[in-house]
């Protein structure tokens, strides 16, 4: 296991200037502008001079679809490795044909910060996305108790390229257990900024739990 490779620094609420010191001490990042006030060009020469793998995300609800679909255009063209785009995102297939079309890969997610659905609707909403073909599907509630995370970790068995966990305190473990049942990464907080969600790990911690789980 290479435990470095695992780990995807979130970044949010960060400027131009940090962002760029911060990935220059990471593998791997997501860079959140929904959270941030990057300029078009700031996108593009931070994810076209990137030495590491960059997740472009902007999440709907700050601007409007036009301005984000933008921005997030901007980082696909600079050279994002990845491009995060919810299920029910309006812009969803222009962006996705745009990722395809410039070698961005594509991580569908689905979000529910309200509970853990049931496992039959867990199950019918992953198939519903790996339809669109995404090279990551995400699937990603809230647990509002431990067990919540069995019906997400079992949706590993499906052998779809899978990012599964749970957010909340009850889901924090979720978010290792994801790693060993073999999701690509495991988000984490930057050792002196702020989670991008309830329940994240900082890079150091997760380092040392997967270092832990390790055979």
């Known amino acids: 296991m290479n435990r470095d490779a695992l780990i995807c620094s979130s970044l949010t609420g960060y400027t131009y200037s940090h962002c760029r010191q911060a ?31 960059l997740i472009a995300t902007y999440r709907a609800g700050k601007t409007s679809d036009t301005q984000r679909a933008l921005f997030l255009i901007a980082a696909i063209h600079a050279g994002a490795a990845f491009i ?6 309006p812009c969803r297939r222009r962006l996705m044909q745009e990722a395809r ?6 991580i569908l997610s689905y979000h529910n910060f309200e509970c853990t659905p049931p496992a039959e609707t867990l199950h019918g909403i992953m198939r519903q996305m790996a339809e669109y073909a995404p090279d990551i599907l995400k699937i990603v509630p809230l647990a509002r108790l431990p067990i ?16 599964a966990f749970c957010m909340g305190a009850a889901g924090r473990y979720s978010r290792i257990a994801s ?8 988000y984490a907080a930057p050792d002196n ?12 911690q997760v380092r040392l739990l997967l270092s832990h789980c390790a055979p």
């Open 179 to 186: 790693a060993l049942l073999g999701a690509p990464f495991v």
């Open 23 to 53: 990935i220059a001490h990471t593998g791997m990042a997501e860079i959140r502008m929904d959270t941030m006030a990057l300029t078009l060009e700031q996108v593009e020469g931070l994810f076209g001079a990137a030495p590491v793998p």
């Open 148 to 163: 919540d995370c069995l019906r997400v970790l079992a949706l590993y068995a499906e052998g779809y390229r899978l990012l």
């Open 101 to 106: 079309a410039h070698g961005c890969s594509v």
């Open 84 to 89: 995060d785009l919810a299920f029910d995102d």
């Open 193 to 204: 900024g702020q989670p991008a969600a309830d329940g994240q790990f900082t890079v150091s």
